[in-house]
């Protein structure tokens, strides 16, 4: 159990598109997802906490016009990079809570060109 | 400031040897998590420990809570190249609410080389 699908596994974009990856939570509901960014060999940093039918709440510097966070359900939650640029190339990664526990999807590559 | 020391920050080995890579902080935590993450992949979790003082073993690798719930180490035994990847320490910071509730804090990571 406890499942969490992160879709796409990739993408390449040009610089000035925006960029839309999912979050499932397969198995169980999820009223909080969070969302990370991690650079090469190093650890996970926390963007934003999901919430299910309120606001994101974005970490300190996270520029929340930028990352766009939507949590229209219990199973689903959308990270929307707007505008990317080719700094935001990076890998992103979500987890969705279950019991004071984190699941996480598998990470999404954005490169972008 | 790293609320949460993980050490050593890299770890080179020959296989069949041992090792110990730790967590520390000054802060106490309710619960405590360790994950293990290939490239390009999601981190997995391995255990979960809450109890001070918790011993948990998983195959060749064990995990202890300190009695102060503040430390944690992994500890795998005969290391194989299997074991090879980046394993990260996070907690659940006692007390944490509102906004932080369920907020992970990692620590910076362990990158561990198992050579065959």
């Known amino acids: 159990g406890a499942v969490v699908s992160q879709h796409p596994s990739r993408v390449i974009c040009k610089s000035g598109t925006s960029v839309k990856i999912e979050c499932r939570s397969l198995d169980f509901q999820a009223t909080t997802m969070f969302w990370y960014r991690q650079f090469p060999k190093q650890s996970l940093m926390l963007m934003a906490t999901s919430n299910e039918g309120s606001k994101a709440t974005y970490e300190q510097g996270v520029e929340k016009d930028k990352f766009l966070i939507n949590h229209a359900s219990l199973t689903l939650s959308t990270l929307t990079v707007t505008s990317a640029h080719p700094e935001d190339s990076s890998f992103y990664i979500c987890?969705?809570?279950?019991?004071?526990?984190?699941?996480f999807g598998a990470g999404t590559r954005l490169s972008v060109l | 400031t790293q609320l949460l020391e993980q050490s050593p920050q890299f770890l080179s080995i020959q296989e069949g040897e041992n090792l110990t890579v730790y967590c520390n902080s000054s802060?106490?935590?309710?619960?405590l998590q360790w994950y293990r993450q290939e490239p390009g992949e999601g981190p997995v979790l391995l255990v979960t420990?809450?109890?001070?003082?918790e011993v948990k073993k998983l195959k060749r690798l064990t995990f202890q809570f300190g009695d102060a719930r503040k430390d944690s180490s992994l500890h795998i035994t005969a290391a194989q190249p299997g074991d090879t990847g980046l394993y990260l320490c996070?907690?659940?910071?006692?007390?944490?609410?509102?906004?932080?509730?369920?907020?992970?804090?990692f620590g910076q990571g362990t990158i561990l080389t198992v050579h065959p």
């Open positions: 420990v809450v109890t001070g003082g």
């Open positions: 996070a907690g659940i910071l006692s007390g944490a609410g509102g906004t932080s509730y369920g907020k992970l804090t």
């Open positions: 802060s106490v935590f309710s619960s």
């Open positions: 987890s969705a809570a279950l019991q004071n526990i984190q699941y």
